[in-house]
């Protein structure tokens, strides 16, 4: 043991000597090395050995954010770390890397550091890490962290809805979604996610109350589209979404253009495979109010003549204000003659649109719309 212990220390200790410039590749050949030496000592007591210690926390240094960082704090009980573990469990949020670091975290008791870290405002970061809690799999710690961004609306909206994706995963945190669902608080741009991942729970009750409770939407003769997660499985046919997005009965290209075809009113479509995802993509179609891109925000404005102008907001300067209504006509107003202007929490973008398509035609449109690339 000693002897094993010796060089590995020797290793490590050579890999600590060398200049910790950029990752050059004999740097990460060194790290290597070191890993492969460490690995061998199971069972060493650090606080017992001073130097390895030392060097460990070196090869530590050179690993973070990588699963080898997550290796040595498990092996060696490396107090402290919480903050390099936190940067794995954001990079690898999906994958056993990611899960491995989280539960070190939790096991740590970092409820504080975590909540933080969901609150900040690098909410990119934070959609990870309520991923990465959920895939933990720690009930107890879902339900703490993750349920009360839930039912506040001020929270940023891609956490709310991977923080209700997470809690989906546990009966009792898809059990808790369904409460909020019965007793109202449940926000609406949260349905269409509890909506789709609570109609495919594997538990029977929880499944048949989502059923009721939050109906997934409807596609044509009224029957409920199967859920998200299903569709975006499904391949379609491209070129006869191209017909659908233009057919007269669905009429998407009343308010989008794509490569100059169809009339500029809601975003240009042109590149929009680069934009979303095929998931995203059945998002915007199935529910267009949770998410409204911005600077496409619909308004309503009162005139002191009594009349009304609905529309997004074309220009607005001192005097005038111009809105773009559905069909793309520019009206400008003079400020003088607005009494009343209110942003709407409804899309301008009407929600049902397919009802108008069989299941398969929606399909074959989020496989053209998910085909639209920057340069094809
Ligand atoms: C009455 C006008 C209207 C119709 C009809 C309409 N849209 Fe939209 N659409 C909008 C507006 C306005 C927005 C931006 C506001 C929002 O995000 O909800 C939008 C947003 C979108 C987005 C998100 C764009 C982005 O950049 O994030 C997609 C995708 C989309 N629509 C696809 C469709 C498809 C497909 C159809 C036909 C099934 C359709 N739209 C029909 C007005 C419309």
Redesign the pocket.
Known sequence: MTRILGIACCCVLLLGASVPAADTSADAEKTALAMEALGRLQGVDLEQNARLKEAVLRVLEKTRGTPNFVKLVQQFKLKGQESGLLEVAAKNSANETGVEAMRLILAGKYGGMLQAALTSTNTSSAVKIAEAIGNAGEKEAVMRLLLPLVPEAQNNLALRKQAVRSLAQSAEGAGAILKLAREDKLPDDLKFTASSELNRVRWPELKQEAAKLLPLPQGQNAQPLPPLAELAKLNGNPVNGAKV?SSAT???N???QIKGQGID???N?SE?GS??GKDA?FE??LD??A???FG?EAWQLELKSGDEAYG?IASDTAEEIAIKA?GGIVTRYKKAEVTKREQMKL????AG?QQNMTTQELVD?VEY?ASLKKGS
């Not at 899309?347 to 009407?350: F, G, K, T, V």
């Open positions: 997005f669905v009429g998407c009343n308010c989008h009113f809601g975003p479509l929009i934009k979303l993509l915007a179609i267009p109010s998410g409204i891109s496409f997004l559905v899309s301008i973008m009407p649109l449109l719309l």
